[in-house]
């Protein structure tokens, strides 16, 4: 079979190294189309490719109109909302994810986030510690679960809230489970998000849950810039002073956010939580090892629209 590997964000050289040996001792052909600059050049280099592994990279309906060969597509990653589900379904395309394999970049990347904005952009101004503070874990899944560790180890009180825990999961987890969202912003002086973008979550995080939380609060976003009212974040930071977000995903109004807030906003420049050489070797071999293991033998256990 032919694997097209598609990154506008490539791979680290090692992971490509993995991803090629383990599909090519396995008998199939590698194709890479790194850093290509339009949708363009991926629906053309996809015309006879039976699997494609990608990254965030956009997998759409013209996409998959453009593979008529295509059988399986791997996010390499945790989040598949760039991927069209319903497309891949339609035509009978298995669509997985590699849960868990690049979290602990992601983890990491919001523990020094927070250390980050406690310190003021790590300029001369007086900062705060996070030790001591409260953080609130907005999803407690494989990166929530990861912060929530950290952040113990670092002296912080855990809280979380997740919709499809019970609380004893949460205590499980190692946090002291949440009421509410409601309670979780409130009393949280820092909030970290782990959720995906979903019909059901985007735009959920507005002036209201922003504007509730406590005096000198930050809001940590590695999720996914769509699960943010933009609108409503940037009415709550202009109306409170005190508060504070930080994102690994540029909100759209980031030139305003900055004009209003100075640095008490921050946006990468790049989404850059999984872009470790870890994260990309874990969550591109596995990737290739699900391909490897659907072609021989139909495993389907990380298949995301079943
Ligand atoms: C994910 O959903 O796994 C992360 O957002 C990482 O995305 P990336 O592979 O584009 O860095």
Redesign the pocket.
Known sequence: MKVLVATQ?PFAAAAVRGIKDILEAAGHSVELLEKYESQADLIAAVASTQALIV??DKVTAEVIAAAPALKIVVR????YDNVDLAAASGRGIVVMNTPGQ?SNA?AELAIAMMIFMARTQFTPATGSEISGKTIGIQAFGNVGRLVGAKAKALGMKVKAIDPFLKPEQIVDGGAEPAESLEELYATSDYVSIHIPATPQTIGSIGYDLVSSMPKGATLVNTARKEVIDEEGLLKALEERPDLKYITDVAPDNYALLQEKCGLRVFATPK?M???TAEANVNAGLAAARQIVDYFATGNVRFQVNK
């Open positions: 964000k990254r965030s390499a990653g945790a989040g690049n992601v989404k939580g999984a872009q």
